[in-house]
């Protein structure tokens, strides 16, 4: 009776958590697809477009490990609010801009990287609470819901209704965005409990608690690797993404509206990946399935950069949805199982310090490398890179199969701010 109360309580707990991260996702996706419209619709350039994708994500590279180590300092439930609230008040403060078109390329640039920096906070943190609402045997499961709700929101709902108002009403899609990020924070008002993690005497100075995250992520061989394979992924995959919007509008002859139905198909191939994730990793060795969805990602790339049919394109972009998502449902549960709570924030903040911050460097070669091959050529190559990584990440997993395939041995419980690196 106890443990059935215990599991209802979890999942109570889950629906709030998924129901928050709905909201602020589908904020996301209409910023995703609204920001690089109304940055083309400034300049056509493809550098300035891919610099655009480069300079959201650089706060990763700037602030994830500080990020980090804040919230395993604080309550992380509260942080994933107060970030929300703070996202809504800068993307409402756009909409007025655009509704006054007083929008520049650089002003946009400006508004990527505050919201980035927000979103370091937001996202770590929201990913930290997984653990502290879910038992470990339903890691896997949440995981493969927190990427459903994100693709619907992002790709499903998000990616549509931001071509479509933005087609109405440029300064539309932005007002939505800030909706999404109060329903958010509100939503998270509901999900009772204390989220900050246990600690023992005075908090170290920050200066230790990054350097333990460091040192534990560099005395675990197969969290290296696995951060290298998802920075290898990210960057080779940010090639020829950060140029979609181009991709979509002169090669395939698409409007802005279109371009949404166009993310949309992605969005359904993103969604059919997180629900087949939890299910492959069962009947199937992970690491196999880790190897074939990464080969899967260069060959949805790789057709697109031979095909000019819209139908096509977006099918083979599918495909590179549904198999990142599972790449990205593996990598998460993995994460989880095997970094200890109290740590999580910090291993995450060193994870995207490594690998968010590869994706900016990955947009500005993808948007230079256009300049001489075309879109096109930038997609084939991104895509023959994806397929040698996958080589690289079988060669790689075959040295940690069984601590893949059976997600590791649980994370001893330690003091929570031991300045000892666990053996």
Same mark, same amino acid.
């Given at each position: 009776? &106890?443990?059935?109360?215990?599991?209802?309580?979890?999942?109570?707990?889950?629906?709030?958590?998924?129901?928050?991260?709905?909201?602020?996702?589908?904020?996301?996706?209409?910023?995703?697809?609204?920001?690089?419209?109304?940055? @083309? $619709?400034?300049?056509?350039?493809?550098?300035?477009?891919?610099?655009?994708?480069?300079?959201?994500?650089?706060?990763?590279?700037?602030?994830?490990?500080?990020?980090?180590?804040?919230?395993?300092?604080?309550?992380?439930?509260?942080?994933?609010?107060?970030?929300?609230?703070?996202?809504?008040?800068?993307?409402?403060?756009?909409?007025?801009?655009?509704?006054?078109?007083?929008? $520049?390329?650089?002003?946009?640039?400006?508004?990527?990287?505050?919201?980035?920096?927000? =979103?370091?906070?937001?996202?770590?943190?929201?990913?930290?609470?997984?653990?502290?609402?879910?038992?470990?045997?339903?890691?896997?499961?949440?995981?493969?819901?927190?990427?459903?709700?994100?693709?619907?929101?992002?790709?499903?709902?998000?990616?549509?209704?931001?071509?479509?108002?933005?087609?109405?009403?440029?300064?539309?899609?932005?007002?939505?965005?800030?909706? !999404?990020?109060?329903?958010? @924070?509100?939503?998270?008002?509901?999900?009772?409990?204390?989220?900050?993690?246990?600690?023992?005497?005075?908090?170290?100075?920050?200066?230790?608690?990054?350097? =333990?995250?460091?040192?534990?992520?560099?005395?675990?061989?197969?969290?290296?690797?696995?951060?290298?394979?998802?920075?290898?992924?990210?960057?080779?995959?940010?090639?020829?993404?950060?140029?979609?919007?181009?991709?979509?509008?002169?090669?395939?002859?698409?409007?802005? @509206?279109?371009? &949404?139905?166009?993310?949309?198909?992605?969005?359904?191939? !993103?969604?059919?990946?997180?629900?087949?994730?939890?299910?492959?990793?069962?009947?199937?060795?992970?690491?196999?399935?880790?190897?074939?969805?990464?080969?899967?990602?260069?060959?949805?790339?790789?057709?697109?950069?031979?095909?000019?049919?819209?139908?096509?394109?977006?099918?083979?972009?599918?495909?590179?949805?549904?198999?990142?998502?599972?790449?990205?449902?593996?990598? &998460?549960?993995?994460?989880?199982?095997?970094?200890? =709570?109290?740590?999580?924030?910090?291993?995450?903040?060193?994870?995207?310090?490594?690998?968010?911050?590869?994706?900016?460097? !990955?947009?500005?070669?993808?948007?230079?490398?256009?300049?001489?091959?075309?879109?096109?050529?930038?997609?084939?190559?991104?895509?023959?890179?994806?397929?040698?990584?996958?080589?690289?990440?079988?060669?790689?997993? $075959?040295?940690?199969?069984?601590?893949?395939?059976?997600?590791?041995?649980?994370?001893?419980?330690?003091?929570? =701010?031991?300045?000892?690196?666990?053996?």
């Amino acid at each position: 009776m &106890g443990s059935g109360g215990a599991r209802s309580r979890a999942d109570h707990r889950l629906r709030w958590l998924l129901g928050s991260s709905a909201l602020s996702n589908l904020g996301d996706g209409i910023g995703k697809v609204a920001f690089p419209l109304l940055g @083309a $619709s400034v300049t056509r350039d493809p550098v300035l477009i891919a610099g655009l994708s480069a300079t959201s994500f650089l706060p990763w590279l700037l602030f994830a490990l500080v990020s980090g180590a804040l919230i395993d300092r604080v309550d992380r439930r509260r942080a994933v609010l107060l970030a929300n609230a703070a996202r809504a008040v800068i993307v409402g403060g756009l909409t007025v801009l655009v509704l006054l078109d007083s929008a $520049s390329i650089w002003l946009l640039y400006a508004v990527a990287l505050v919201l980035g920096s927000v =979103e370091t906070i937001a996202d770590s943190a929201a990913q930290a609470l997984v653990p502290a609402v879910v038992d470990r045997d339903g890691l896997e499961s949440a995981n493969g819901k927190l990427q459903s709700v994100e693709i619907v929101g992002q790709t499903f709902l998000g990616g549509p209704l931001g071509s479509i108002t933005f087609a109405l009403f440029a300064a539309l899609p932005f007002l939505l965005n800030t909706a !999404g990020f109060v329903v958010a @924070a509100i939503l998270l008002v509901a999900l009772r409990g204390h989220y900050r993690p246990t600690t023992t005497g005075p908090a170290p100075r920050l200066r230790e608690q990054l350097g =333990e995250g460091l040192r534990w992520v560099r005395t675990r061989p197969l969290m290296v690797r696995l951060v290298l394979i998802a920075l290898g992924l990210a960057l080779t995959s940010e090639l020829a993404q950060a140029l979609l919007v181009l991709y979509a509008l002169q090669d395939l002859g698409l409007d802005e @509206a279109a371009f &949404g139905l166009f993310a949309l198909v992605g969005g359904v191939g !993103g969604l059919l990946g997180a629900a087949a994730a939890p299910r492959l990793s069962r009947v199937l060795p992970r690491r196999l399935v880790l190897v074939a969805s990464v080969a899967a990602c260069g060959l949805g790339f790789l057709g697109m950069g031979l095909v000019r049919d819209p139908i096509t394109a977006s099918l083979l972009f599918g495909l590179f949805a549904a198999a990142v998502v599972v790449v990205n449902v593996i990598l &998460g549960t993995l994460r989880h199982a095997l970094v200890p =709570e109290h740590l999580f924030g910090r291993v995450l903040g060193v994870w995207r310090t490594a690998v968010w911050g590869g994706i900016p460097i !990955g947009a500005l070669l993808g948007g230079l490398l256009a300049r001489g091959i075309g879109t096109p050529g930038v997609f084939l190559v991104s895509g023959a890179l994806q397929l040698a990584l996958a080589a690289v990440v079988w060669w790689t997993m $075959s040295r940690h199969g069984a601590e893949v395939d059976t997600l590791g041995a649980e994370p001893a419980a330690v003091p929570a =701010e031991s300045s000892e690196v666990e053996s």
